[in-house]
C-alpha cells in the first residue's frame, strides 16, 4: 500500500501538485519531509504526539484550517489550538505573556500543560472562530516538533477524531476513522494516549484552570499560587 497526496473534494488540484507518492515503510524522516512539503502547500498531516494521534495544518493557510474543521466535523464555534516549538515562539502567537506563563511555561513546557493567552495580531480568526484568545502547548514528542520547524512556524494541532468520537492512538486508528480525509498519516507507532492536557487560562489577571488533566492543580500551585476553578 503507498500513501499519496489526494486533494479532498473541491481543493484546487493546483496547490497538490509536485508531491510524490511514498511506501507506507518509509523511513521517519523521510515521511516528515514530505508532511512539511504537504503543509506548505496548504494540506492536512496526521502525526503522532505525546498523548494522541493530531491533525495538523499551517494556521496562517485559512483553507487548510478550513479542511481541519471539515474534516473532523467539528463545530466552527470552538477554536483550535496552536502548537509551539519553542518557548521563544510565545511572544509570535500572545499580544501579551504575562510572567506568570513565562515561570508555567519553564516549568511545564514540554509537556502536557496547554495555556491561554490572548492572541496576538499573527493568530487569523478561523483558528480561534472568533475570540481573542488562543491555546497553546509544546508537546513533548521530537515528529510535532520536526513539522513545526520545518514548516518554520507554529501548526494548528488537534486530535485526529471526528469531534465527539475517541482520540485515536495509532495511524491505523486515524486511517480507519477519517479515512483519506487527511494527506498524509504519519506512521509513528502507538501513542501512549491516557489524560489529555491540563488547560490553564493566563489571558486575565488571576489564572483560571479550565481543564485538570496531566499536570495537577497542586503542581500548577507550586508556581502561581492563585488559580481561579472553572471547569
Same mark, same amino acid.
Given at each position: 500500500?503507498?500513501?499519496?497526496?489526494?486533494?479532498?473534494?473541491?481543493?484546487?488540484?493546483?496547490?497538490?501538485?509536485?508531491?510524490?507518492?511514498?511506501?507506507?515503510?518509509?523511513?521517519?524522516?523521510?515521511?516528515?519531509?514530505?508532511?512539511?512539503?504537504?503543509?506548505?502547500?496548504?494540506?492536512?498531516?496526521?502525526?503522532?504526539?505525546?498523548?494522541?494521534?493530531?491533525?495538523?495544518?499551517?494556521?496562517?493557510?485559512?483553507?487548510?484550517?478550513?479542511?481541519?474543521?471539515?474534516?473532523?466535523?467539528?463545530?466552527?464555534?470552538?477554536?483550535?489550538?496552536?502548537?509551539?516549538?519553542?518557548?521563544?515562539?510565545?511572544?509570535?502567537?500572545?499580544?501579551?505573556?504575562?510572567?506568570?506563563?513565562?515561570?508555567?511555561?519553564? +516549568?511545564?513546557?514540554? /509537556?502536557?500543560?496547554?495555556? &491561554? #493567552?490572548?492572541? !496576538?495580531?499573527? =493568530? $487569523?480568526?478561523? %483558528?480561534?472562530? *472568533?475570540?481573542?484568545?488562543?491555546?497553546?502547548?509544546?508537546?513533548?514528542?521530537?515528529?510535532?516538533?520536526?513539522?513545526?520547524?520545518?514548516?518554520?512556524?507554529?501548526?494548528?494541532?488537534?486530535?485526529?477524531?471526528?469531534?465527539?468520537?475517541?482520540?485515536?492512538?495509532?495511524?491505523?486508528?486515524?486511517?480507519?476513522?477519517?479515512?483519506?480525509?487527511?494527506?498524509?498519516?504519519?506512521?509513528?507507532? +502507538?501513542?501512549?494516549? /491516557?489524560?489529555?492536557?491540563? &488547560? #490553564?487560562?493566563? !489571558?486575565?489577571? =488571576? $489564572?483560571?484552570? %479550565?481543564?485538570? *488533566?496531566?499536570?495537577?492543580?497542586?503542581?500548577?500551585?507550586?508556581?502561581?499560587?492563585?488559580?481561579?476553578?472553572?471547569?
Amino acid at each position: 500500500m503507498r500513501v499519496a497526496w489526494s486533494c479532498a473534494p473541491g481543493y484546487p488540484e493546483s496547490v497538490c501538485s509536485g508531491l510524490i507518492q511514498m511506501p507506507e515503510q518509509a523511513t521517519i524522516e523521510k515521511q516528515i519531509k514530505l508532511a512539511v512539503a504537504i503543509l506548505k502547500k496548504g494540506g492536512i498531516v496526521a502525526f503522532p504526539t505525546d498523548t494522541v494521534y493530531g491533525l495538523g495544518a499551517d494556521p496562517l493557510n485559512a483553507r487548510a484550517v478550513d479542511r481541519i474543521y471539515d474534516v473532523k466535523k467539528r463545530p466552527r464555534n470552538l477554536p483550535l489550538p496552536l502548537l509551539l516549538a519553542e518557548k521563544s515562539d510565545l511572544p509570535k502567537v500572545a499580544d501579551v505573556v504575562p510572567e506568570v506563563a513565562w515561570r508555567l511555561a519553564e +516549568r511545564f513546557f514540554p /509537556g502536557g500543560l496547554t495555556l &491561554v #493567552l490572548r492572541k !496576538s495580531s499573527w =493568530v $487569523p480568526d478561523t %483558528v480561534t472562530a *472568533g475570540g481573542d484568545t488562543v491555546a497553546v502547548r509544546i508537546p513533548d514528542h521530537p515528529i510535532p516538533i520536526a513539522l513545526i520547524r520545518g514548516l518554520g512556524t507554529p501548526i494548528v494541532g488537534t486530535s485526529a477524531n471526528l469531534s465527539g468520537k475517541p482520540s485515536q492512538v495509532t495511524s491505523e486508528e486515524v486511517r480507519h476513522q477519517l479515512g483519506d480525509a487527511a494527506d498524509l498519516i504519519i506512521n509513528g507507532g +502507538r501513542r501512549p494516549g /491516557g489524560t489529555e492536557s491540563t &488547560v #490553564l487560562d493566563v !489571558s486575565g489577571k =488571576v $489564572p483560571v484552570l %479550565v481543564r485538570e *488533566g496531566a499536570i495537577p492543580r497542586a503542581e500548577l500551585k507550586k508556581v502561581c499560587s492563585s488559580i481561579l476553578v472553572n471547569m
